[in-house]
């Protein structure tokens, strides 16, 4: 069927479709992935919130559940299997600037540069962290696009921000349950009940960023939907995250 010049059609007919824009949301996808954990991540920042008082929080939960945001829209107007490429994508990038962030650290400084120490606590991050960060987005975001593809079949196109804030929440549940206990738990510093406060609170806060940018998120897929001309539905898409189906 066809509605204001969007044509809704299969996954499967998409594949030799050309693609105007995917590569760019793809570009932005990982970008903005990469940049949050480099520039968001060392840094912990905090608010004044009325009532509650001052709340410390990681400075890159303000721009990294924009990476599921992006992640909705391709789902939403590409269909799984391109999204699921961005998804590896995103996943190769990050295991390389942990691999280059690695060498670069562990290279010695020469004489006279002060900044090793500086370098070194922005740069060399905790195995741990790292293993537990990757883990976590990986199976948070093949969670989030999962759970998109499936609600925008049996809500047959309607409805889109129950499905990307519903799977935002699976998602970003999922990402939460999985980092927070695999880089912190047993730690010294982090009791249990201090751990499971911080990946509430911060589960709250993804969620919330999340539904604040519905507008946004409304708009980028409109445009992008009229923009290529079609609305993918994964009815008959084969959803493992290992197959190369485009």
């Given at each position: 069927?066809?509605?204001?010049?969007?044509?809704?059609?299969?996954?499967?007919?998409?594949?030799?479709?050309?693609?105007?824009?995917?590569?760019?949301?793809?570009?932005?996808?990982?970008?903005?992935?990469?940049?949050?954990?480099?520039?968001?991540a060392?840094?912990?920042?905090?608010?004044?919130?009325?009532?509650?008082?001052?709340?410390?929080?990681?400075?890159?939960?303000?721009?990294?559940?924009?990476?599921?945001?992006?992640?909705?829209?391709?789902?939403?107007?590409?269909?799984?299997?391109?999204?699921?490429?961005?998804?590896?994508?995103?996943?190769?990038?990050?295991?390389?600037?942990?691999?280059?962030?690695?060498?670069?650290?562990?290279?010695?400084?020469?004489?006279?540069?002060?900044?090793?120490?500086?370098?070194?606590?922005?740069?060399?991050?905790?195995?741990?962290?790292?293993?537990?960060?990757i883990?976590?987005?990986?199976?948070?975001?093949?969670?989030?696009?999962?759970?998109?593809?499936?609600?925008?079949?049996?809500?047959?196109?309607?409805?889109?921000?129950?499905?990307?804030?519903?799977?935002?929440?699976?998602?970003?549940?999922?990402?939460?349950?999985?980092?927070?206990?695999?880089?912190?738990?047993?730690?010294?510093d982090?009791?249990?009940?201090?751990?499971?406060?911080?990946?509430?609170?911060?589960?709250?806060?993804?969620?919330?960023?999340?539904?604040?940018?519905?507008?946004?998120?409304?708009?980028?897929?409109?445009?992008?939907?009229?923009?290529?001309?079609?609305?993918?539905?994964?009815?008959?898409?084969?959803?493992?995250?290992?197959?190369?189906?485009?």
């Open positions: 069927d066809q509605d204001g010049g969007v044509v809704a059609v299969s996954a499967e007919a998409v594949a030799a479709r050309p693609m105007r824009y995917f590569d760019f949301v793809m570009a932005a996808f990982v970008t903005i992935l990469l940049l949050s954990n480099v520039i968001g060392g840094k912990r920042a905090v608010i004044d919130l009325p009532v509650i008082g001052a709340w410390p929080f990681g400075a890159g939960i303000l721009f990294f559940p924009v990476s599921y945001v992006i992640g909705d829209v391709l789902t939403e107007v590409y269909g799984y299997a391109r999204a699921r490429r961005c998804i590896w994508a995103g996943f190769g990038a990050m295991l390389f600037m942990v691999f280059m962030s690695w060498v670069v650290v562990k290279l010695p400084p020469a004489d006279g540069w002060t900044g090793q120490g500086a370098y070194e606590s922005v740069f060399g991050q905790v195995p741990r962290i790292v293993l537990a960060s883990c976590a987005f990986w199976a948070g975001e093949f969670a989030n696009s999962l759970v998109l593809a499936k609600m925008k079949i049996w809500t047959e196109g309607r409805h889109l921000w129950t499905r990307t804030i519903g799977s935002t929440v699976v998602g970003q549940g999922i990402d939460s349950l999985i980092f927070y206990p695999l880089a912190f738990f047993g730690a010294p982090w009791p249990v009940d201090a751990m499971l406060m911080v990946m509430a609170s911060q589960f709250v806060l993804k969620v919330s960023w999340e539904a604040l940018l519905t507008p946004i998120t409304y708009a980028a897929v409109g445009w992008l939907k009229r923009a290529e001309g079609l609305d993918v539905f994964d009815r008959a898409t084969d959803f493992s995250p290992f197959r190369t189906q485009t």
